[in-house]
T-cell receptor
Framework: GNSVTQMEGPVTLSEEAFLTINCTYT??????LFWYVQYPGEGLQLLLK?????DKGSNKGFEATYRKETTSFHLEKGSVQVSDSAVYFC????????????FGSGTRLQVQP | GAVVSQHPSWVICKSGTSVKIECRSL??????MFWYRQFPKQSLMLMAT?????????EQGVEKDKFLINHASLTLSTLTVTSAHPEDSSFYIC??????????????FGAGTRLSVL
């Protein structure tokens, strides 16, 4: 079955530091890949997505590239801000079959001023 | 963006009682809604998928008689935890999808409901 593995947190960074949150997946075929963000007290929000190999999703300074050869979709940001503090979830949707998302366990990011 | 409202955000109940959680799409019609359960420091686990006007499809291992799902309208789905027990204590999250077309095939999430069963 499909699965998503992402690095455990919390990840604690200083403002303006470089961020990487690793995500790898297991799936058959060609899944679509997503990063969701959950700010305190709010629901999950779609941050970015990529639907095919070598696609790069980007939004709000965050980027992730769909790497089929390494089955990865690592999230990066060049300079984090305090307002980026949240929980980040990597997820995939299979190419066929069920249309629900399969999530990783989430990574909490804490950015200190 | 689209808003999904989930209510209540936190509920405490006694063992043996039933609890209803509501999930509403506020500014769009949700043809499909999903219910997830999240344990501490773990993934969101899909419990069931519901389409408006039809019976929910439950994931393997999820007791449909315990977790009753009703999706009676395009803007409301409810999850009722019947005869709740302490092991049902968890964080329940709903999401709603506007349509099957690729351009609208985005899930919008509620803020979740924390259930504590004493």
């Amino acid at each position: 079955g499909n699965s998503v593995t992402q690095m455990e947190g919390p990840v604690t960074l200083s403002e303006e530091a470089f961020l990487t949150i690793n995500c790898t997946y297991t799936a058959t075929g060609y899944p679509s890949l997503f990063w969701y963000v959950q700010y305190p007290g709010e629901g999950l929000q779609l941050l970015l997505k990529a639907t095919k190999a070598d696609d790069k999703g980007s939004n709000k300074g965050f980027e992730a590239t769909y790497r089929k050869e390494t089955t990865s979709f690592h999230l990066e940001k060049g300079s984090v801000q305090v307002s980026d503090s949240a929980v980040y979830f990597c997820a995939l949707k299979g190419y066929t079959g069920r249309r629900a998302l399969t999530f990783g366990s989430g990574t909490r990011l804490q950015v200190q001023p | 963006g689209a808003v999904v409202s989930q209510h209540p955000s936190w509920v405490i109940c006694k063992s043996g009682t039933s609890v209803k959680i509501e999930c509403r799409s506020l500014d769009f019609q949700a043809t499909t809604m999903f219910w997830y359960r999240q344990f501490p420091k773990q993934s969101l686990m899909l419990m069931a998928t519901s389409n408006e006007g039809s019976k929910a499809t439950y994931e393997q291992g999820v007791e449909k008689d315990k977790f009753l799902i009703n999706h009676a309208s395009l803007t409301l789905s409810t999850l009722t935890v019947t005869s709740a027990h302490p092991e049902d204590s968890s964080f329940y999250i709903c999401s709603a999808r506007e349509g099957a077309l690729e351009g609208k095939n985005i899930q919008y999430f509620g803020a979740g409901t924390r259930l504590s069963v004493l």
